[in-house]
């Protein structure tokens, strides 16, 4: 069976060659020659990443992390308590913490644009995700319908052999009913 992606956009997608997307004669083309279309993602992402995007995904991951939350409040009450009682008399950073507001600053100035960048990427990755989805979706889809179509013409295919035989099996009780009615009549 010779067929072009021509007759499978025509069948499956009901539009001409012309009118199909890349992704769709990519699809096409695949479903011609039956190769698989999934691929890992994860791997095309991973391999466009600069060591620089690497360390923002890290810097983010850590710095939306329950545990990193939980680490930065317990340094905070031992900056504030140690400033504020304990080194009352000797404090390098007196209330109001000034230097503390300094490093915080900081720390949220350096994190946000961080978290930002990594929020950028997965939403790129979000984005070929979705893409290679609808590839995979639209190859099973064209496979679903060309399945359903070859069983349509399999039990089609059955139906007239069953009724051939049925005609076959009706013309043999026919003449054997007319043999037995011979056989009964007296001549």
């Known amino acids: ?105 900081m720390v949220a100035a350096l994190q946000a644009p961080v978290i930002m960048m990594a929020q950028n990427r997965q939403a790129e990755r979000d984005r070929i995700d979705a893409a290679h989805d609808y590839e995979v979706n639209l190859k099973a889809e064209i496979e679903i319908m060309a399945l359903h179509e070859k069983l349509d013409e399999l039990r089609h295919s059955q139906i007239v052999g069953m009724r051939d035989e049925i005609a076959q099996l009706a013309e043999q009780v026919k003449r054997i009913d007319e043999i037995l009615s011979k056989q009964r009549t007296p001549s």
């Open 1 to 105: 069976m010779n067929k072009t992606i021509e007759d499978l956009a025509n069948r499956w997608l009901r539009r001409r060659p012309d009118g199909l997307s890349q992704v769709e004669s990519q699809v096409l083309q695949s479903t011609l020659e039956r190769t698989t279309i999934a691929k890992d993602t994860n791997k095309a992402v991973a391999f466009h990443q600069t060591f620089g995007d690497r360390l923002a995904d890290t810097m983010a991951r850590i710095g939306g992390s329950w545990s990193f939350i939980l680490v930065f409040i317990a340094f905070l009450i031992l900056w504030t308590s140690g400033n504020a009682w304990l080194l009352s008399r000797d404090a390098f950073d007196p209330y109001p913490f000034i230097f503390l507001n300094l490093i915080l600053s």
